[in-house]
């Protein structure tokens, strides 16, 4: 009985290999792209549950080995410590600030007379040409921002922006709970997407280069978190003397995990409880000041330094990440631009059979050093 030879690959078989990988590698990217662009705010919950699952897993995988208990156990613990965290903070942050808001809101005319008399002074001053006081012009102010206000198609919107938010959050636990006690079953079953014959190239190559690429990135984001509390620590409690200094830098920092829209949410909370605290025209333009030094240190200078960094590319890509990400597919893009880039470099990388940077700085080395 004769044994049958496997046929011998050429050059000509790899060369197809690597087409059907770049075609399949393009593929994916383009189904992505598709799915952020159509799916935005359903995708918005899956994301964030991925993201923070993704950060806890090595945690949870040390954690298990050194107490030798089960994964699952460690992962729920783990959850519960992530919930109970949120639920502390709330419940210590949310009633102070809740009570700063509504005397904002019940003496809104006198905080705004206040302020434009802060500005104007006492004197009357001329409006598209009538002489208005400081009385005056906010009795217009408050008629006009409550008649915008109790519009019922505003009402409606807020109305469903707030249970559309309280649904997504309670999701977003949902589907961490889910990610990080059945990750890796998750991953596995995404695997099978990956044609057969490529998949010894994702899990052996792909996935092994690109994880830490990752997770140096999201290590990159929790130091901007870091960093963006303690400075609003300083701007907020040491420089503007703001009531609940601790809390409002806090939550400036938790907001940052979120561009664009959790910085906007936290400028606007700290404001409010500024306001309520000094609404004198010098106070105003102190916490302008603040916010302008705030935001250019954080999304101009450090933010794309530290994650640039992390991910070992130049800021300007960063930069170019959020806002080409933002304009195209919104708040899921900016929090997906940067990893999906990284994604792509990584993987035409080992699609490529180049070395990473590192490796080919070391290589170029020595060959110069003989």
């Known amino acids: 009985m004769t044994r049958t030879q496997p046929p011998i690959s050429t050059a000509r078989d790899h060369e197809h290999v690597e087409k059907l990988s770049t075609n399949a590698i393009l593929f994916i990217v383009a189904l992505a792209i598709l799915a952020l662009y159509e799916l935005q705010l359903v995708l918005l919950p899956f994301v964030c549950a991925a993201v923070v699952s993704y950060i806890c897993w090595p945690v949870i995988g040390s954690a298990a080995a050194a107490t030798r208990l089960p994964r699952a156990l460690v992962a729920t613990a ?11 903070f709330g419940w210590v942050g949310v009633p102070p600030f809740a009570r700063e808001v509504a005397i904002v809101l019940g003496n809104l005319q006198g905080t705004i007379e ?71 079953v998750i991953v ?43 400075l609003a620590y300083v ?23 979120i561009p664009v829209v959790g ?9 409010l409880v500024a306001l309520q605290h000094d609404s004198s025209l010098g106070a105003i333009l102190a916490y302008g000041v603040y916010l302008a030094a705030l935001r250019l240190v954080i999304d101009q200078l450090m933010g794309p330094i530290l994650l640039g960094a992390a991910g070992r590319v130049h800021p300007t890509l ?14 899921v893009g900016v929090i997906t631009a940067v990893p999906i880039a990284l994604v792509i470099r990584t993987t035409l990388a080992t699609l490529y059979d ?17």
């Open 354 to 370: 180049e070395a990473p940077e590192q490796t080919r700085r070391k290589r170029n080395y020595a060959q110069e050093t003989r």
């Open 78 to 88: 783990a959850f519960l410590v992530i919930v109970g965290f949120g639920a502390l």
């Open 318 to 331: 960063i930069i170019f990440c959020f806002l080409a990400g933002g304009a195209l597919f919104g708040i």
């Open 114 to 184: 206040h302020v434009v008399r802060g500005a104007v002074g006492a004197e009357s001053v001329t409006v598209l040409g009538q002489q208005m006081s400081a009385q005056d012009l906010a009795r217009q102010a408050t008629a006009a921002l409550r008649d915008v206000l109790s519009t019922p198609r505003l009402i409606a919107v807020l109305a469903g922006t707030t249970l559309g938010a309280g649904f997504g959050l309670m999701l977003t636990l949902v589907l961490l709970f889910f990610f990080m006690v059945s990750g890796d």
């Open 188 to 230: 596995h079953g995404l695997l099978r997407l990956v044609p057969p014959g490529h998949r010894k190239l994702v899990t052996d190559h792909l996935l092994i280069t690109l994880d830490p690429v990752l997770r140096r990135y999201f290590v990159g984001v929790i130091a901007v978190v870091c960093l963006a509390a303690v």
């Open 263 to 271: 910085p906007i949410a936290a400028a606007t909370i700290a404001g």
């Open 235 to 257: 701007g907020l409690g040491l420089a503007l003397g703001v009531p609940h200094a601790i809390f409002l830098a806090l939550l400036t920092g938790l907001l940052e995990a």
